[in-house]
């Protein structure tokens, strides 16, 4: 993917994102029942009690339904055709109420209009599939009311309650409308935001190895030459000058320690070994940099990694395990690393588990700038970073399978 191309779009994601909404109206829905419920039972015609409330039953089964299936597997892989499932069912059942008991058809028309408006906005739904499904409620209501005319409702009845669905059915199509083109707006605004992103990182790795060469090459060439004219200097000072070659040692010393200061802050900025030799390599001796550095041990699997993964997602994975070690250092107070990369299907993951305090509950504290550039690293190529709590506190990153690093991953399997 080009540096400036906005990254793919997260379906599972945005699906995954509508779950809240979904059972925030699932428990409206069930709340209803709660008060529309003890009413009935006071004022509805006592001979259609049974019916009642076995329609009643039947609303609680599917609303707690719903409910369960949005915590499941299944209910997280298709919350969209779980929403249309839940509106179609719960309208059905409502028809099935006022079919039972056409006494209150404007109550039954404000129910209707009141579940496809909030559907439709909680939902994210389209217009045109708002106004789908909402004519297809519009005319099970216009059915059912016309089988009760004239015996238990009267037409001026029925047409205030059209009128009132047909209102409902008005907001609803306007109100998905407006929103989708708010989101389409949103989207636009997202992607270039990421866009921008993630152009800013690709300029700053050139950056980065700009300066890493410059350290190396210019400075760090300068400093041996200056140590080497130091022993130099130093063997043609004559054999009294004591205190001169002592001072010459000491410049050599400190030469020397500023050469490796250079070269650690070179590999910092961009480790050679990145680009020569690829992305395992390159993590060992990070890993091993920040056992020497910390004294924090880190347990280290790279055994299903390819040899090569492409240079964006390389960085990525570099960077992201780089910021993951530095919150270790600095917040966790862990005494065990583990770090696994491997490939598993389509997707590149990386884990980095500790066994530290952990993280605090969700909201008590905002998100570093270092987890928010890790969050975007991943999402300008299309993957995700998922932190998990438990006995270890764990970061997740899965990141999409570049082209022909699966091949060279099942060969690399197959060998070993």
Known sequence: ????????????GDLLRRLPALRTAAT??????LVLLPTDS??????IEGPRLLL???HATLTVAILVASFLPFGRRHTDALTVAFVVAISANVLLYFFVSPGQPGLIASALACLLI???VLGAWSSRRTFLISAL???GYLLVGEMSVPTQLTRPELIYGINALLLGVAVAVVCAEVLGAVRERLEERQQELTALSTRLMSLQEEERRRLARELHDEVGQSLTALNSYLWLADRALPADAGAAREHGREARRLASKTLATIRELSQLLRPSVLDDLGLGPSLETLVEAFERRHGIPVALDVSTLPERLGEQTETAIYRILQEALTNVER?????QVWVRAGVAGSRVVVEIADDGVGLPPDGTRRRGLGLIGMHERARALGGSIHLQRGERTTVRLEL?????AGAAAGAQRAEA
Do not use: K, N
């Open 118 to 120: 909030g559907t439709s």
């Open 137 to 139: 409620v519009l005319s």
């Open 1 to 12: 993917m080009a540096p400036g191309s906005p990254p793919p779009r997260d379906a599972d």
């Open 331 to 335: 917040h966790a107070r862990a005494s």
């Open 400 to 404: 999409p399978l570049p082209p022909g």
């Open 42 to 47: 006071r004022f509805a015609e006592s001979d």
């Open 28 to 33: 409206i829905a069930l709340g209803a029942l």
């Open 56 to 58: 009643y039953v039947i």
